[in-house]
């Protein structure tokens, strides 16, 4: 069986951090009312001129660099973000022309905060069927040119940066010992939309507009959702969760990431947890808590990891690797 190993990671943090005392000096808050309904701390925002690409090629060129792989041997670039550099051309092929490569297929994916599970399962998919033997996985976000920052509910949680990942066409055992992407599952339901959107867009309002959220109807549905989700994924190659190492959980809020946890039985000391650090990233937050984790010598090579998001829309998937 054809297996998508991830064969390198990598990430970037854009240089300027906000501080909850920095947002108390711009909005109705503090530094305890954040961290204690959130758990964040802090979050980076990009540099004026810094783009959703510049975030994307940088993190890329370190997952390349991980993986000891030329940029010109990738075949395949998808890219989840929900803050392009434009309307079109996709902010993919702007990374795959940074990296110098001419061949391919570039593009991206939009499943805002579900987006990095989305597009690591659209680029395995293409490497199981064969049709390419290399890709690049990236989540990419500049969320901090979608927030209304008078909006103390909104602009407290969300931050800037991008992770990659190096997948590679292997041949596996078709068993459960396989490195690589064991299984994914992508669900939506649009009848929530209003629950978290932006409220813009070229087509409706010709502006790109402020993300909008209600705060307790998102939460009131991530927590279900996601333990369904990651219920149905392992369930699909016959995994308990005792069996899993690691559970890295989009970073949205550490309320959600506990309560998921304790729906599904896993302890704490096995969730990887940088939504103190990194704010809510969007596409971005899962390979940047991979990333973490991998730098700090937590997740090691034959280790299973579960993933999971929930994003606007709604959206949610999980996906199963064996590093």
């Given at each position: 069986m054809r297996r998508s190993v991830i064969q390198g990671i990598g990430a970037y943090l854009p240089e300027k951090i906000l501080t909850n005392n920095d947002l108390a000096a711009m909005v109705d808050t503090s530094d305890e009312w954040i961290a204690d309904r959130t758990g964040i701390r802090q979050r980076h925002v990009a540099a004026d001129g810094?783009?959703?690409?510049?975030?994307?090629?940088?993190?890329?060129?370190?997952?390349?660099?991980?993986?000891?792989?030329?940029?010109?041997?990738i075949e395949l670039i998808v890219l989840a973000t929900s803050t392009p550099d434009n309307t079109f051309p996709a902010t993919a092929t702007a990374v795959q022309a940074e990296l110098g490569i001419t061949e391919g297929a570039a593009f991206d994916v939009q499943a805002v905060c579900s987006g990095f599970v989305f597009a690591l399962s659209v680029a395995d998919n293409f490497i199981k069927s064969g049709q390419y033997d290399r890709a690049l996985v990236i989540g990419a976000e500049t969320f901090s040119r979608i927030l209304d920052w008078t909006d103390r509910s909104t602009c407290v949680l969300f931050g800037d940066g991008a992770g990659a990942v190096v997948l590679e066409a292997k041949e596996g055992e078709g068993t459960l010992a396989d490195r690589g992407v064991l299984a994914t599952r992508l669900r939506s339901d649009g009848r929530y939309k209003e629950k978290l959107y932006v409220d813009g867009g070229p087509s409706s309002t010709q502006t790109v507009g402020h993300l909008r959220m209600e705060g307790r109807e998102v939460f009131r549905h991530a927590v279900v959702n996601i333990a369904e989700v990651m219920d149905e994924t392992l369930k699909q190659v016959g995994v308990p969760p005792d069996d899993i190492d690691w559970f890295v959980p989009h970073q949205a809020n550490k309320r959600i990431l506990d309560g998921t946890a304790r729906k599904f039985g896993i302890s704490e000391d096995r969730v990887v947890m940088t939504v103190d650090r990194h704010g809510n990233t969007s596409a971005a937050s899962i390979p940047l808590a991979l990333e973490t984790a991998v730098r700090d010598g937590r997740i090691k090579k034959g280790d299973l990891v579960l993933m999971e998001a929930m994003g606007?829309?709604?959206?949610?998937?999980?996906a199963l690797a064996r590093w």
């Open positions: 810094e783009t959703t690409a510049d975030l994307a090629t940088a993190a890329a060129r370190a997952a390349l660099a991980d993986a000891g792989m030329p940029a010109e041997s606007g829309g709604f959206t949610w998937g999980a």
